[in-house]
Nanobody, 127 residues
């Protein structure tokens, strides 16, 4: 059972930046594809970004493309989400998730693809 713990959320003004981290409890993390999702009040959980186990493939939601960057450090069992040019509509609870299977573009954006989830970290962007 992989445990995921997110950190780095907070309150930031529009146009600002934050970097989220997600630390995994197991070294097997390095073999998992990882994703970031977010959920705003009253809305469904939505895909943000994903990265393959070997850092070769990444995928982004159109709403964050060019502003957010997903990366990972397998030596530290950690995946990151660098968020720049933040907008009020980015306000949400952000979750990281781990997928034991291969990185497949057709399914990597679906929450049901993922096997493990963190507890989430709040990101609030003020206008």
């Amino acid at each position: 059972q992989v445990q995921l713990v997110e950190s780095g959320g907070g309150l930031v003004q529009a146009g600002g930046s934050l970097r989220l981290s997600c630390a995994a409890s197991e070294r097997t993390f390095r073999y998992y594809a990882m994703g970031w999702f977010r959920q705003a009040p009253g809305k469904e959980r939505e895909f943000v970004a994903a990265i393959s186990w070997n850092d070769i493939s990444t995928y982004y939601a159109d709403s964050v493309k060019g502003r957010f960057t997903i990366s990972r450090d397998n030596a530290k069992n950690t995946v990151y989400l660098q968020m720049n040019s933040l907008k009020p509509e980015d306000t949400a609870v952000y979750y990281c998730a781990a997928h034991k299977g291969p990185f497949v573009y057709a399914i990597i954006a679906s929450p049901s693809t993922y096997d493990y989830w963190g507890q989430g970290t709040q990101v609030t962007v003020s206008s």
